[in-house]
């Protein structure tokens, strides 16, 4: 079965510590992988993405991520985090074969204090 | 450029009602998806539409349907509502047809609540 997940449910960092999101899928066929931010009553906001090239791509607001073939991870980091990246994160997937349908994990809580 | 827009943003039905759930693509966008994020969950996939056919469907019983018009809008019904169909209902609209290169939009939601 096709499936996302994301272990962590909520993250509690600091303000200007680093964070890592972790996103791990199922897959024996090529995929195509995504960070979306989604604030409190909005919809979803993409952060980045990875469709072939470079393993390490770059988004919005100073987030990265990495493509781990053999891990089958994507998991998302940024060096320094800042009150306003308090907000629930999705790592979704499109596996080959399946048009543009998003498979989403079940989201990451990040709260950022001071 | 306007962006993706969704009406209404909130609806209170009960069970047994029927409900219509509206979305306007961004500008020049032929493809819509809707997607249906439950509390605490992440969105799920519930079907696409590429110049006014539908162009695969979730795992979403048929009462769930949906049509894109001319203008590229689109509608979600719901038939026969069940508690669990409360939700925050997402639709994202895309640019030429379904790869997955052409990203996806996503609406503000209509947030429906089934009593």
């Known amino acids: 079965a096709q499936s996302v997940t994301q272990l962590d449910s909520q993250v509690p960092v600091f303000e200007e510590a680093p964070v890592e999101l972790r996103c791990n899928y199922s897959?024996?066929?090529?995929?195509?992988l995504f960070w979306y931010v989604q604030y409190p009553n909005q919809g979803l906001q993409l952060l980045l993405k990875?469709?072939?090239?470079?393993?390490l791509v770059k988004g919005i607001n100073g987030f990265e991520a990495e493509f781990n073939k053999s891990q089958t991870s994507f998991h998302l980091r940024k060096p320094s985090v800042h009150i306003s990246d308090t907000a629930e994160y999705f790592c979704?997937?499109?596996?080959?074969?399946?048009?543009?349908?998003?498979?989403f994990g079940t989201g990451t809580r990040l709260q950022v204090t001071l | 450029e306007t962006g993706v827009t969704q009406s209404p943003t909130h609806l209170i039905k009960t069970r047994g009602q029927q409900v219509t759930l509206r979305c306007s693509s961004q500008?020049?966008?032929?493809?819509v998806s809707w997607y249906q994020q439950a509390l605490g969950q992440g969105p799920q996939f519930i079907f696409q539409y590429y110049r006014e056919e539908e162009n695969g469907r979730g795992n979403f019983p048929p009462r769930f349907s949906g049509l894109q018009f001319p203008n590229y809008s689109s509608e979600l019904n719901v038939n026969a509502l069940e508690l669990d169909d409360s939700a925050l209902y997402l639709c994202a609209s895309s640019l030429g047809g379904v790869s997955p290169y052409n990203e996806q939009f996503f609406g503000p939601g209509t947030r429906l609540t089934v009593l």
């Open positions: 500008s020049g966008h032929n493809t």
């Open positions: 990875y469709l072939s090239g470079s393993t």
């Open positions: 897959s024996s066929v090529s995929v195509y």
């Open positions: 979704a997937v499109i596996y080959t074969g399946t048009a543009s349908k998003l498979t």
